[in-house]
């Protein structure tokens, strides 16, 4: 099994910059993949960035490109979503995910191992 807590959320005015962090345990070898994923009120939870290995690949949605940024440390057991250009949209409760298994994955029940959440809100 592998555990996976999220810190980092918060309230922060739209255009500002918050990062997300994301500590694994237990069997974390095992993990070939970690994800973060968001829910808002009312909506499905969608996927935000995607990293396999020691973070030379990795996949953004097409709504946050160019301004979140995805890494992950192998050695430490983290990962992390940094996030910049905060818009009002992106306010949700934000997951970590993580799988076995290294191709790239886009929805949610393909993952193992989640997170708590962690809040954000994006004030306009």
């Known amino acids: 099994q592998v555990q996976l807590v999220e810190f980092g959320g918060g309230l922060v005015q739209a255009g500002g910059s918050l990062r997300l962090s994301c500590a694994a345990s237990g069997r974390t070898f095992s993990i070939d993949a970690m994800a973060w994923f968001r829910q808002a009120p009312g909506k499905e939870r969608e996927f935000v960035a995607w990293?396999?290995?020691?973070?030379?690949?990795?996949y953004y949605a097409d709504s946050v490109k160019g301004r979140f940024t995805i890494s992950r440390d192998i050695a430490k057991n983290t990962a992390a979503l940094q996030m910049n250009s905060l818009k009002p949209e992106d306010t949700a409760v934000y997951y970590c995910?993580?799988?076995?298994?290294?191709?790239?994955?886009?929805?949610?029940?393909?993952?193992?191992?989640w997170g708590q959440g962690t809040q954000v809100t994006v004030s306009s």
């Open positions: 990293i396999k290995g020691r973070g030379g690949t990795t």
């Open positions: 995910a993580a799988r076995v298994g290294s191709s790239l994955a886009l929805l949610a029940t393909l993952y193992d191992y």
